[in-house]
């Protein structure tokens, strides 16, 4: 039975009139193939330097397509009516949107993150008349931000990313021209602890210990295989007799 298998999903908060929602994107269908692309760390290349000394982390990305399709959520509509309505009524659009939610930046609440800049200006040449002291002025400038993104793969990887690349190709349509079926591509950068401390909102502490949580679990598990590699090299060696 298809509801028998864990699900993908991408989890993360959606600012709305009445606060941050979370947004919960539940694969549909799981994709069949995942590309997990890893970048080395970048390493000291002057001459005398150690060559394995490194001051950052390896890049980590995950690459995959998503298939997208109303007349399923429709068929199913007894077990989530709620979803099977949105189907009826929009396709599979409401998906499409929250994916593309993912990409808009939005701005940070008041009180928040507030960036400022500081301008320098010369008093020579300038169109306005400014004091001789007066050689900068700083100005108050209002950020905004992507998405802190949870890609969670089943219980043993869970990974802050950001989504760097979304491609969707509309199939077919109902007689609103809604989409009913689509297939997506998305990649994904998964964060670093250095990058992680930098960001705000909500995701950050749980984002924080997803990112060390699931690295425990590679580690444990690099440390499982020892245990295969030297029955392996026994094997390799010769035989006395």
């Given amino acids: 039975m ?41 390493t000291e290349t002057q001459a005398g330097k150690d060559p394995l000394a490194t001051k950052d982390t390896p890049g980590e990305q995950f690459s995959f397509p998503l298939s997208l399709d109303s007349n ?3 068929a199913n ?28 930046p939005t701005k940070v609440p008041d009180g928040g993150l507030v960036g400022q800049v500081s301008a320098s200006i010369s008093a020579a040449g300038a169109s306005f008349s400014l004091s001789a002291t007066s050689s900068s002025a700083t100005e108050t400038v209002p950020q905004s931000e992507v ?13 802050p990313v950001r989504v760097t690349a ?31 401390a930098g960001v705000k909102g909500e995701l950050k502490t749980v984002a924080t210990i997803a990112n ?6 590679r ?14 090299i026994v094997g390799m060696l010769p035989s006395p007799f």
């Fill in 2 to 42: 298809p509801g028998q298998f864990i699900k993908g999903a991408l989890v993360s908060f959606m600012p709305t009139f009445i606060g941050s929602l979370p947004n919960v994107i539940v694969f549909q269908f799981n994709p069949e193939t995942i590309t997990h692309t890893w970048t080395p760390a970048s």
């Fill in 72 to 74: 399923d959520t429709i």
């Fill in 77 to 104: 509509s007894d077990a989530n009516p709620i979803a099977g309505g949105l189907a009826i009524t929009s396709g599979v659009y409401t998906r499409l949107a929250a994916l593309e939610m993912l990409l808009y």
């Fill in 147 to 159: 998405p802190l993104v949870l890609f969670v793969w089943g219980p043993q990887r869970i990974v």
């Fill in 166 to 196: 979304l491609t969707i190709t509309e199939k077919l349509y109902d007689t609103f021209l809604n989409p009913t079926h689509a297939d997506v591509q998305m990649t994904l950068r998964v964060l670093t602890d250095n990058e992680l």
């Fill in 212 to 217: 060390k949580y699931t690295q425990g679990l």
């Fill in 219 to 232: 580690q444990v598990h690099a440390l499982a295989n020892l245990g295969d590699a030297a029955e392996s």
